[in-house]
């Protein structure tokens, strides 16, 4: 079709085109790889920006799909396929070009040499790389060679990278790596901003390294000194994670320096199971009251109720400029009274909400969806509930919440869409999507942070 003499694609330039592109859904972009030549080029740089690359099957490693585990071609055809997207990209610049964040999935019982030299090959030419992640688990354990490590130093001036603690790994799997991680930092020093590690990390990383950083994410961090390291020397942070951290080990770092990085806009506190006091919480509180530019908060402790958590509720309440909100609870009857707590604590300003609520009975006298549809400006929302007993259906939840545009409820993701008083919800993500999320899959970083390790799975 043309208008006068001017074809309708060119009547605006390409990168107008681009960012019309970055509104369209997934189907839509990869649909306009047969337009032409000009939208074939724009939607690969979308397309193709992230890649996740599979070794093995993760559905039947994690045991998710029995019918997975029935089909033993699963493993063979998702290697082959990300084999040939290694070929491509190490063959064609172009392609290589447009990759910016790399996931690899390691599920395999081994990763060949010849596997493991193609990906440092195909990690080599992307140039473009801002981001790299490595997944696997306690049943396949298995870390990057020291190549494609020292491959990443080189290839990239200012990279993320994220390798993950596994449950299992340990000590004698982080000093096989231990060289390359150290020379990371040193590769990075002056410019390394981000870092997210295991607690074996600690030890090595040098005060100048600290010093730079504005995120930081440990997991399985259990001592005291260790905390008081980063509030020590990591001055300039304004994101910090803490995954399975012992909740007297906080409180007790908390209590010596509440007044510990002002900078936070972000902070996440994953507690391991130990149930406490409420003195031991008051700390915590004032800590989390005291920083008055946090945007973003996820709080999960599941081992304790929300009752028992009021002095963390009363300083969630004070924070005048939170946005995003995540809360973890536990009890085994849910009652109207910590419902009503729940719903006077959570502002109702916030844009972004992640509750996760464990319980065997809930109160009839709780109205679940009110609690949403008190909150204006809710965007998205995350409900983990029971699916014995749910204290909402996601289209209720969708209907209620006016502003809502995209929704998960247990491992089902939906984006929202409204026509008059008609609310409806799109097929659920795949889930290999929902299990490697990122920001682009949520189209806001904050709400990728929010869900950041945490596992969504039906019960």
């Not at 189907?27 to 690359?53: N, P, Y």
């Not at 990075?188 to 981000?194: D, F, P, Q």
């Not at 009251?289 to 002095?311: N, T, V």
Request: proline share 4%; aromatic share 10%.
């Amino acid at each position: 079709m043309e208008l006068g003499t001017i074809r309708w694609t060119d009547r605006l330039p390409p990168e107008v085109w681009q960012i019309v592109l970055g509104f369209a859904t997934f189907g839509t972009t990869r649909q306009c790889l047969a337009v032409s030549r000009l939208f074939h080029d724009l939607a690969a740089r979308r397309l193709f920006s992230w890649l996740l690359i599979q070794f093995g099957s993760w559905e039947v490693v994690r045991h998710r799909f029995a019918s997975a585990s029935a089909e033993g071609d699963t493993s063979s055809l998702s290697g082959c396929k990300s084999y040939d997207v290694l070929i491509r990209v190490i063959n064609d610049p172009v392609f290589a070009s447009y990759v910016k964040h790399v996931g690899i999935a390691a599920y395999a019982k081994e990763i060949t040499n010849s596997e493991m030299c193609k990906l440092t090959q195909a990690v080599g030419a992307m140039h473009n790389l801002r981001s790299f992640g490595w997944y696997t688990s306690s049943h396949t354990f298995m870390l990057p060679s020291n190549e494609l490590l020292e491959t990443l130093t080189s290839t990239c001036g200012r990279l993320h990278i994220d390798i993950p603690y596994v449950f299992g790994s340990g000590r004698e799997q982080y000093d096989a790596h231990r060289k390359s991680f150290v020379s990371l930092l040193e590769t990075y020093r002056g410019s390394l901003a981000e870092l997210s590690m295991p607690n074996l990390g600690m030890r090595d990383c040098p005060t100048y390294s600290l010093q730079d950083l504005t995120h930081l994410a440990i997991t399985y961090i259990d001592e005291h000194d260790d905390i008081a390291v980063v509030f020590r020397y990591c001055t300039r942070l304004e994101s910090l994670d803490l995954n399975y951290i012992p909740v007297l080990a906080l409180s007790a770092a908390v209590t010596e320096s509440p007044s510990a990085l002002p900078h936070l806009t972000h902070l996440k506190l994953c507690f391991s199971s130990s149930p406490i006091g409420r003195g031991a919480s008051q700390p915590i509180a004032d800590f989390i009251r005291s920083k008055k530019k946090l945007r973003c908060l996820d709080y999960a402790d599941e081992a304790m109720s929300i009752m028992a958590q009021s002095p963390v509720m009363s300083a969630i309440k004070s924070l005048a400029t939170l946005e995003v909100l995540g809360l973890n609870f536990w009890k085994e009857f849910l009652e109207a009274e910590e419902f009503t707590l729940l719903r006077h604590t959570i502002p109702s300003t916030i844009t972004a909400l992640r509750l996760c609520l464990d319980y065997e009975v809930l109160d009839e006298d709780c109205q679940w969806i009110d609690m949403w549809a008190g909150l204006p400006g809710l965007v998205f929302a995350y409900v983990d509930d029971c699916e014995h007993g749910p204290i909402v259906k996601t289209i209720d939840l969708a209907t209620a919440a006016k502003s809502l545009e995209l929704v998960g409820h247990r491992s089902k993701f939906h984006e929202i869409y409204r026509t008059d008083d008609r609310v409806t919800l799109s097929e659920p993500w795949s889930p290999t999507q929902v299990e490697f999320r990122i920001a682009a899959d949520f189209g806001c970083d904050d709400w990728e942070w929010l869900l950041r390790g945490h596992v969504t799975k039906d019960y």
